[in-house]
């Protein structure tokens, strides 16, 4: 399975910045199932019958980190 390896950070962020007490669990709760789903996704394109055809893979990682960079970029500049 995959790892997050900043979820400290993050956990302590969002438990730093939600005030409420019920919110900051729900939130706690979704966080740490997101950062555990890449795990999921890792598992799914990772497959042992494509050992050999890694490069495709790494194709779809890219794609999925170019598409979650303009998001926050664009979220970053709708919140300023």
């Known amino acids: 399975m995959g790892a997050f390896a900043p ?3 993050v956990s302590a962020w969002y438990s730093n910045n ?4 019920a919110r900051r669990a729900v939130v706690a709760a979704v966080m740490v199932a ?3 789903s890449s795990g999921l996704i890792s598992t799914n394109i990772f497959r042992a019958r494509r ?3 890694i490069y495709p893979s790494l194709k779809y990682i890219c794609c999925i980190w170019q598409v ?3 998001l ?5 500049v ?3």
């Open 7 to 9: 979820s400290v950070l």
């Open 18 to 21: 939600t005030p409420s007490e």
């Open 34 to 36: 997101l950062a555990n």
């Open 51 to 53: 050992r050999t055809a």
């Open 68 to 70: 979650l960079l303009h």
């Open 72 to 76: 926050s970029a664009s979220v970053g």
């Open 78 to 80: 709708y919140m300023r």
